[in-house]
């Protein structure tokens, strides 16, 4: 067995292990998780732990291209299997991963990669209730080939400082609604809201583009069913600066038409911790452990105000710029509901149900190019405006 064990660790790359259990250290916490978030793009690894952990991460690209973690040496109780050695599948730009005792006294976790990625982010997080853990926190954005050589040929340690900020334009992240599996509500003529949606997805996509003065992305652009969790974790995972939820209404009423926009109801905002802690939303402000907890959570909820207060800016200003360019609209148009695609705490969203699917003069509109272009131009303005104005409010500050 012993020498099956040293076989295995040498075909997966880890160091040589101590000859005498005698020397090694003994173990100073127990690993309980490796966490992905991502779609291929941007990826989130999250390494949970029983107590805080030093560690040291850097890159290789002899044979595949790996992102290496040495910690400290520890227990490995993945998914609350305990063993000396084990690996897991993967996601985004992480084809699995790989675990076990690299020395005496040190612990390796190799994050194999499906292409060439580099750690433009890292940070610790300590709990903050007794049944949290400890996280280390690594952010893998896609690189070159060249770029990732040159990284390995230095190594990447951490924890590093943030790289700094360049200038990019907002990133605006469309959702269509339902999807595959999930029709959404349809009309009496066959017409689908999964359709309708995803249609107006991309003519307001194509618009937005055409001003260059955003990066566009939808959380999907093809007849696929999506988990509301993962329709929000992705716009995160993107860093958007603004979240739009196309949908179509439906009403018992055939009379019933126009548009109507929706933020996040009082009721709604109750369940933004739930969600944050179940799928792993972390804040830019609660990064940094050498601040108190209780300030973290101070500027947690100011950011999280601030959101709400963004959101609802925006949908006023939807509201009315639909109208002005034509399309009808409902009255009190701007609504609140407890949606949970509402529900990220940092990133202000909004939902727009175009019309009702149950009227015929709405799904001609929504339907028909010409007439659906209006309301693209009345969102795009409203972004426009809305991103307008933030601009003012930081000059003004």
Do not use: C
């Amino acid at each position: 067995m012993r020498v099956w064990f040293l076989t295995f660790l040498s075909a997966l790359g880890f160091g040589a292990l101590a000859t005498s259990a005698a020397l090694a250290d003994p173990p100073t916490g127990r690993v309980l998780s490796v966490k992905f978030g991502g779609e291929g793009g941007a990826t989130r690894v999250v390494v949970e732990s029983d107590v805080a952990l030093k560690y040291h991460v850097f890159v290789l690209a002899a044979g595949a291209q790996r992102v290496v973690i040495d910690l400290p040496r520890v227990r490995w109780s993945i998914n609350g299997l305990t063993s000396e050695a084990g690996s897991g599948r993967g996601a985004g730009v992480v084809v699995g991963y790989r675990y076990a005792q690299n020395t005496a006294t040190t612990s390796r976790l190799v994050l194999d990669l499906a292409k060439p990625a580099l750690v433009t982010r890292e940070f610790v997080l300590a709990p903050k209730k007794k049944d949290e853990n400890h996280r280390i926190v690594l952010d893998l954005d896609p690189t070159t080939a060249a770029a990732f050589a040159e990284a390995a040929g230095g190594e990447q340690s951490g924890p590093q400082p943030v790289a700094k900020q360049v200038s990019r334009k907002p990133l605006i992240v469309i959702d269509p609604g339902h999807g595959g599996k999930d029709p959404g509500a349809s009309s009496k003529t066959g017409v689908r809201e999964k359709d309708v949606v995803l249609d107006a997805a991309k003519a307001l996509r194509e618009e937005l583009l055409a001003s260059q003065r955003y990066d566009v992305a939808l959380t999907r652009s093809t007849d696929v069913f999506i988990e509301l969790e993962d329709r929000v974790t992705k716009a995160r995972n993107l860093g958007a600066d603004l979240f739009i939820a196309l949908h179509a209404d439906a009403g018992s009423n055939s009379e019933t038409s126009g548009a109507s926009v929706y933020t996040l109801s009082p009721e709604g905002e109750k369940r933004v911790d739930g969600a944050r802690k179940q799928n792993d939303w972390i804040l830019d402000v609660e990064v940094d452990s050498s601040r108190p907890e209780v300030v973290n959570q101070i500027l947690a909820d100011l950011v999280q105000r601030e959101t709400k207060n963004q959101s609802a800016r925006f949908a006023q200003m939807l509201a009315v710029s639909i109208g002005e360019h034509g399309w009808p609209t409902l009255e009190n148009t701007h609504r609140k509901k407890g949606l949970f695609v509402l529900l990220s705490p940092d990133v202000p969203a909004a939902l727009l149900e175009m019309g009702f699917i149950t009227n015929d003069d709405d799904v001609a509109a929504m339907t028909s190019d010409p007439r659906r272009k209006k309301l693209v131009q009345g969102v795009a303005h409203a972004i426009d405006q809305f991103f307008d104005s933030q601009t003012r409010i930081v000059a003004v500050r």
